[in-house]
């Protein structure tokens, strides 16, 4: 019999899983002409961002699950507008059925809501509190950054390109270009601090703003990212 281990060496493939970034897609309604209009200049104001991205169609929103031929024609619509539908939301039974028969994975759980743990018997609120995690190095184009279950700060420039997350808040004592998504886990009072503010895309609990939507008096300059209800805004330092 074959050794396990040399079985092993001789795979093909290796195969792991790992933190990717996937958006999601939540649509309001069927008609798939609109929505890839609006992707479509989505994409084309923001291309580096946007362009051949990954996500996950969601029809929590629809009063109705769609069938799978209206389904296929939305996702059709997304790989339109010149995006890459990976699979779909989680949701009912139904939901479940339906991506088994588009041939699709199903995404169970995305962006979970935030659930603050209370510190153990004997335990104080302080000691409870997650380490922060300290990052010296800068993050260049292609590499992500991700402080889970804590805060994140960063020391030096976050590039074009590359990516930035925490399930607390980020700090960043430089230059932030790139994407920098707050609360990855659903936390609503997640900020975002930098000393200059360049990000392409910044995130806090899974909302979002591009860098072409904020005002060119903040680039460039000391900010603070917050949510104001379900809006992202942005404040000079």
């Not at 069927?30 to 609006?38: G, I, K, R």
């Not at 300059?221 to 992202?232: C, F, M, T, V």
């Given at each position: 019999?074959?050794?396990?281990?040399?079985?092993?060496?001789?795979?093909?493939?290796?195969?792991?899983?790992g933190?990717?970034g996937?958006?999601?897609?939540?649509?309001?309604d069927?008609?798939?002409?609109?929505?890839?209009?609006?992707l479509?200049?989505?994409?084309?104001?923001?291309?580096?961002?946007?362009?051949?991205?990954?996500?996950?169609?969601?029809?929590?929103?629809?009063?109705?699950?769609?069938?799978?031929?209206?389904?296929?024609?939305?996702?059709?619509?997304?790989?339109?507008?010149g995006?890459?539908?990976?699979?779909?939301a989680?949701?009912?039974?139904?939901?479940?059925?339906?991506?088994?028969t588009?041939?699709?994975?199903?995404?169970?759980?995305?962006?979970?809501?935030?659930?603050?743990?209370s510190?153990?018997?004997?335990?104080?609120?302080?000691?409870?509190?997650?380490?922060?995690?300290?990052?010296?190095?800068?993050?260049?184009?292609?590499?992500?950054?991700?402080a889970?279950?804590s805060?994140?700060i960063?020391?030096?420039?976050?590039?074009?390109?590359?990516?930035?997350?925490?399930?607390?808040?980020?700090?960043?004592?430089?230059?932030?270009?790139?994407?920098?998504?707050?609360?990855?886990?659903?936390?609503?009072s997640?900020?975002?601090?930098?000393?200059?503010?360049?990000?392409?895309?910044?995130?806090?609990?899974?909302?979002?703003?591009?860098?072409?939507?904020?005002?060119?008096?903040?680039?460039?300059?000391?900010?603070?990212?917050?949510?104001?209800?379900?809006?992202?805004?942005?404040?000079?330092?």
């Open positions: 019999m074959q050794p396990a281990t040399s079985a092993l060496a001789d795979l093909p493939f290796e195969l792991k899983f933190q990717v996937i958006a999601n897609l939540r649509v309001f069927c008609e798939a002409a609109a929505l890839q209009a609006q479509s200049a989505r994409v084309l104001a923001a291309p580096q961002l946007f362009a051949r991205a990954p996500l996950v169609l969601d029809l929590s929103a629809l009063p109705q699950l769609p069938d799978a031929a209206l389904t296929q024609t939305l996702l059709q619509a997304v790989r339109d507008a995006l890459l539908p990976v699979g779909l989680y949701g009912t039974a139904q939901n479940e059925e339906l991506a088994k588009l041939g699709l994975p199903l995404f169970a759980k995305f962006r979970a809501a935030f659930e603050p743990k510190p153990k018997a004997g335990e104080s609120a302080q000691s409870a509190t997650p380490i922060t995690l300290r990052h010296e190095k800068p993050v260049r184009s292609g590499q992500q950054v991700y889970r279950g805060d994140l960063l020391a030096a420039t976050v590039g074009n390109g590359a990516e930035v997350i925490a399930d607390g808040s980020i700090h960043c004592y430089a230059r932030l270009a790139g994407r920098a998504i707050a609360g990855a886990q659903g936390d609503a997640a900020r975002i601090y930098c000393l200059d503010f360049q990000a392409e895309l910044v995130s806090i609990a899974g909302r979002y703003r591009v860098f072409e939507d904020f005002p060119a008096e903040l680039r460039g300059k000391p900010a603070q990212i917050r949510l104001d209800g379900e809006k992202i805004v942005v404040d000079k330092l």
